[in-house]
């Protein structure tokens, strides 16, 4: 049973340049959450999403950033005319069900450099 | 607001020594309460959980108890291995707020032989 799956695994922009980073949840799981890790710090919520719904979108910039989990295919984090400060691991969840009790089981990450 | 505080790092141990790595959190409804590990160059993985209080988690050696009263979720293993080396989050999710994680900032721990 395949876990989570990211690719790239890493991912290298220019300033301005658009990012697309994909996510694959683990089978049988519909329940998608993106979080970014800054240099030493922890990881924070991005956005969470189910099939072809937004279901909380408050830790998402209000410019440039936008996701999206369509019915087929995986789950698509884009970042538009990306600035340094956008350098960082993109990580994504999945679970089984949208209860606070489960957990989140999450792929290797897309590490995002921008130069 | 929701929040985890975590003890900083980063923390170096001989083998076969006691860890604890401290976490409390503060949280407007009632949290699951959850603590994950990670690898160098890896996602995080889940290590233990406890979804009320009093409930303890525990997994591979590694122990942890949901302490309502002292809003603490601390992190305990009897005997350290080098391969336990890693970065430790602590992490909780809270009912009423969509379901997202909040995590600590993390501690990282390096097991010397």
């Known amino acids: 049973n395949a876990g989570v799956m990211q690719n790239p695994r890493h991912l290298v922009r220019r300033r301005g340049q658009e990012a697309r980073l994909r996510c694959s949840p683990m089978?049988?799981?519909?329940?998608v959450y993106w979080y970014r890790q800054l240099p030493e710090e922890g990881l924070k919520f991005m956005v969470y999403?189910?099939?072809?719904?937004?279901?909380?979108e408050s830790g998402m910039p209000k410019e440039r950033f936008s996701a999206e989990f369509p019915k087929e295919g995986p789950s698509i984090l884009r970042i538009q005319q990306v600035v340094r400060g956008d350098s960082a691991a993109y990580f994504c969840?999945?679970?089984?069900?949208?209860?606070?009790?489960?957990?989140?089981?999450f792929g290797p990450g897309t590490r995002l450099t921008v130069t | 607001g929701d929040s985890v505080t975590q003890m900083e790092g980063p923390v170096t141990l001989s083998e076969e020594a006691f860890l604890t790595i401290n976490c409390t959190y503060t949280?407007?409804?009632?949290?699951?309460l959850f603590w994950y590990v990670q690898y160098p160059g890896e996602g995080l993985q889940l290590l233990l959980k406890?979804?009320?209080?009093?409930d303890k988690g525990s997994n591979k050696g590694f122990e942890a108890t949901y302490r309502k009263e002292t809003t603490s979720f601390h992190l305990e293993k009897g005997s350290v291995q080098v391969s336990d080396s890693a970065v430790y989050f602590c992490a909780l999710s809270v009912s009423n707020t969509g379901n997202q994680f909040y995590f600590g900032t993390g501690t990282s721990l390096t097991v010397i032989p």
């Open positions: 999403l189910q099939k072809e719904n937004i279901i909380d």
């Open positions: 949280a407007t409804g009632y949290p699951s």
């Open positions: 406890a979804t009320k209080a009093d």
């Open positions: 089978k049988g799981h519909s329940h």
């Open positions: 969840a999945s679970s089984p069900q949208g209860t606070h009790s489960y957990e989140q089981y």
